[in-house]
């Protein structure tokens, strides 16, 4: 009897919850999300290295976001200054957080929230979809249709084009998951933001220290000479055997200090990079 009312019970809570979903009114339509996941192309239109792909993904946002906040200019506002804060995720999936964050504007969330969420899960999305999509999946692909090709065999160039472009095609589908997902799950989320901003904080210092040791190249080629015949190489002989990468470790996070203690402009960061580089080469230093 008792297992029999659990039941019951059960039932009738999953049937309020339903009758609570069907019966919410969203201001967004399937074709609303549908046409937001194709403007995701435009992701990257405004590259830039202060904000990334901040101004794409207001771009992206902007149609959907004039439609839940209509007359209310001060909400509007406040939604746009959030949405271009920086940015920089994978465009082929960008669509999940696109759709999530879009339900929880529709449904007023704190901006706090809002925020607090996107800045959590940009990052792993960029991780997932470049691991996948640019170092996995179009390499290989690119390699078995680059052989073809060279071989004259027109299915090389076809069956790339038609990959990339199912990956086009298939936009809304991620899209329409994040805004499902947004729908019914605000709640979990607004509970679960702190762990997620945690986890995804430990991720993205992980993602970090193996981007510096591969992508940061600093090597000093300079030689101490010890006798006529012998000479010792301060990177390999010295640096490297102490601490591998150590130039290239000091280096970002001289970057970094000078970017959020200092609140350097990073343009001018940018340039001094390029000078010191180029004085070091001439001197024969670096």
């Known amino acids: 009897m008792r297992k029999m009312a659990s039941n019951n019970e059960n039932i009738d809570i999953n049937k309020d919850f339903l009758d609570k979903d069907d019966n919410s009114n969203h201001v967004l339509s399937q074709k609303d999300i549908t046409i937001m996941a194709y403007r995701t192309v435009f992701l990257q239109a405004s590259f830039n290295y202060e904000r990334m792909q901040a101004g794409g993904w207001l771009l992206t946002q902007l149609p959907c976001l004039e439609k839940i906040y209509k007359d209310d200019q001060a909400g509007l ?6 949405n271009l804060e920086f940015i920089n995720t994978s465009p082929h999936i960008v669509g999940f957080l696109n759709g999530l964050l879009l339900a929880m ?16 899960l ?13 170092f996995t999946l ?12 060279m071989e004259a065999n027109p299915v090389g160039p076809i069956l790339f084009f038609a990959v990339y ?19 019914k799950a605000v709640e979990l989320l607004k509970e679960a933001s702190g762990r997620i901003s945690k986890a995804a904080t430990v991720l993205g210092c992980t993602v970090i220290g193996g981007l510096i040791a591969s992508y ?38 001289l970057m970094y200090y000078l970017l959020n203690k200092k609140h350097l402009n990073p343009i001018v960061l940018i340039a001094v990079t390029f000078a010191l580089a180029i004085l070091g080469a001439f001197f024969g230093i670096l």
């Not at 504007?105 to 996107?118: F, G, L, V």
């Not at 940009?122 to 640019?134: L, S």
């Not at 179009?138 to 090709?149: H, K, Q, T, W």
Request: proline share 7%.
């Open 122 to 134: 940009f990052p792993p999305i960029a991780g997932i979809g470049d691991a996948i999509f640019w």
């Open 105 to 120: 504007e529709e449904a007023h969330e704190d901006r706090s929230t809002i925020r607090s969420i996107k800045v959590a």
């Open 138 to 149: 179009l390499p290989i692909l690119a390699g078995i249709c680059s052989s073809m090709a």
């Open 77 to 82: 506002a406040a939604a746009m200054a959030d």
């Open 216 to 253: 940061v190249s600093i090597s000093i080629v300079s030689e101490i000479p010890i006798n006529e015949s012998s000479t010792i190489s301060i990177q390999a002989d010295f640096l490297d055997k102490i601490f591998p990468n150590l130039l290239p470790f000091i280096y970002v996070f």
């Open 165 to 183: 472009l199912t990956l086009f095609i298939i936009r809304p589908v991620w899209a329409h998951l994040g805004y499902n997902l947004g729908t």
